[in-house]
């Protein structure tokens, strides 16, 4: 990559160079960006590990940016959660993703089994005060049934949250839609306060996918494991790993009795057509 606007980082780290260029320069487009629909949103598979089966998909949102290219949500979702615009964006996200959701139902996608879309949630959502009377009119307007969807809060979002935060995903737990408590394992919540929290799903996070990575698998990353399926299975709640990508991986984890699983070895995130060549 050569120099750009003479800024001595791009000879060392093209890659630091951009992220520098740009993190003002996104901030500042974010708004004509999702005026302009330059979002866009992937889908990857979740697969059941009993059978194979797809049980539904998880949106990820990209930006089409007209200059730098695809930029992943890494780029921008802390830029758009500091600016607050992860509200009208996070907002975008669900409406499209529910509407798309419904038209895999519509096509018979997941055979008798409805599949189940599950949407990404930033604190700022979290602690908006129309999400849930917002998420309820989406499900309405396309008719996707509560229980298909599932929002994902990351575990750090989550721990920080005091019962009166938590309360809209206590009363969208109570209406049938899924809560996931994602990248769990990162953070630091204790077991324990699992009670206090409106989850229906542990999302493992991709850390522990690499402990099995190795053959054979380190033993005390298999314990871990299986000590929280155990305790994840005795609160009810199901389990879906992420960031697998190994033949090997999968195998372990569905002996160690996880429910669901998503990486690349299933298939990477793609756009929606693409979704029903991975049944
Ligand atoms: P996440 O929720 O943990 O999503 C999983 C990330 O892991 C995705 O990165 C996905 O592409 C990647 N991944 C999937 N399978 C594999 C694998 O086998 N190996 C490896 N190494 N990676 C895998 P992505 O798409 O770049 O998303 C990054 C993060 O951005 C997401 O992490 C999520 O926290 C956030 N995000 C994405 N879309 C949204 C959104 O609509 N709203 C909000 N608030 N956050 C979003
Ligand atoms: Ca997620
Ligand atoms: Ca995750
Ligand atoms: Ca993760």
Known sequence: AKADGGNRYALADPDSDARAISRHHLTHHLPAALK??????????????????????????RWSHPRHGVLGPDRFIPLAE??????????????????????WQVQGIGGSRPLRLNVNLSPRQLNHPDLVEETVSVLDEFGLPPGSLCLEITESAMVRADDHELKPLRQLADLGVGIALDDFGTGYSNLASLRRLPVTTLKLDRSFSEGLQQHP?????????EGIVSLAHALELSVTVEGVETCNQAERLRELGCDSAQGWYYARPGPPERLPEAV
């Open 36 to 61: 302009g629909s330059e979002f866009f949103i992937e889908y990857q598979p979740l697969i059941r590990m009993e059978d194979g089966s797809l049980e539904g998909a998880e949106a990820l949102v």
């Open 82 to 103: 500091h600016t607050g615009l992860i509200v009208p964006l996070g907002r975008w996200v669900l409406r499209e993703s529910v509407r798309q959701a419904c038209e």
């Open 217 to 225: 698998a380190d033993p005390v990353d298999m314990k871990i494991v």
